[in-house]
């Protein structure tokens, strides 16, 4: 298991910057830490009901930069039709 690397974080969080890939890569945590991240913030009942333990430890401090992420993608909004941020 090798520690995330930029292209990693890149590949799956695409609309990271380069402030949340820093706070992402800085956890320590594997590419196999950040798909558990991503599956629990996905939708958590499938792995409670499996009767896996809450996250803990990288796998949490991953969901919840993500969490931050995806919390700041909503307060922004769709971009409008025709924007920068909608073009790009």
Known sequence: ????????????????????????IGTGATVEELAEAQAWLANDEPMINDLRPLAQGRVRELVDILSELEQEDDEQGPAAPGSASAIS
């Open 1 to 24: 298991m090798t520690r995330l690397s930029r292209d990693d974080v890149i590949k799956a969080v695409d609309r990271a910057d380069d402030v949340t890939i820093a706070q992402i």
